[in-house]
């Protein structure tokens, strides 16, 4: 258990559709990272938050977004879905936001799109 | 952007033999190279890393080098195990623009196989 949390473990919606995907950092981490995982593309970087602000962004839709709350929770929103949506949402986080801050990931959020 | 290349996409040993995961990086700027391991159906684990000021780091039964002319950086695992056997990814950081932002890019991943 690396201290990760996220919710839901398992999401299905139709196209079109919007949902939201929560992940709460291990106590004491500032940044979260977001993460698209699917069978084709490997594992995506989407975006990072530290204390509360963007900082990176990879390849993130429009159509996809996230915050990071003030008690360093994070959500990514993702709306006008695709079936190609469908895929293994990450979260990590890391005590800084230097490059070498290790990352531990969350379980995972698993959506899939119909 | 930055380009991870990692092969193979598969890979079978035989239980005790060792393996070997090459990656190649496209942009020069990258300056750190975490390895994760992935088994199924559970969250990527960091398990070695490397920076780009070191040629050779180990740690047990598995070592990472990294050739920075050559931008080309391999995992080593020795005596394999059966416990060994995950999707292993390569991946490399390249600062950003902004403060104190960079970015991992990941390869797309090698699934191992041991074979007892």
């Known amino acids: 258990d690396s201290g990760v949390t996220q919710t839901p473990k398992h999401l299905i919606t139709a196209t079109g559709q919007r949902v939201t995907l929560r992940c709460s950092p291990r106590?004491?981490?500032?940044?979260v990272y977001w993460y698209q995982q699917s069978l084709d593309q490997g594992l995506q970087f989407l975006i990072q938050y530290y204390n509360g602000e963007e900082r990176a962004k990879g390849n993130i839709l429009e159509r996809f977004s996230a915050q990071q709350f003030p008690d360093l929770h994070s959500e990514l929103n993702l709306s006008s879905l695709e079936l190609g949506d469908s895929a293994l949402y990450f979260c990590a986080s890391s005590p800084g936001q230097g490059i070498y801050n290790e990352q531990f990931f969350g379980p995972g959020t698993r959506l899939t799109v119909l | 952007g930055e380009n991870v290349e990692q092969h193979p996409s598969t890979l079978s040993v035989q239980e005790g033999d060792s393996a070997v995961i090459k990656c190649t990086y496209s942009?020069?700027?990258?300056?750190?190279f975490p390895w994760y391991k992935q088994e199924l159906g559970k969250r990527p684990q960091l398990i070695i890393d490397i920076r780009s000021n070191v040629g050779e780091k180990k740690d047990q039964r598995i070592a990472v080098t990294l050739n920075k002319t050559a931008k080309h950086f391999s995992l080593h695992i020795t005596e394999t195990q059966p416990e060994d056997s995950a999707v292993y990814f390569c991946a490399a950081s390249i600062p950003l623009s902004g403060a104190g932002s960079y970015q991992l890019t990941f390869g797309k991943g090698t699934k191992l196989s041991v074979i007892p």
């Open positions: 106590s004491g981490d500032l940044s």
């Open positions: 942009d020069s700027a990258s300056n750190y």
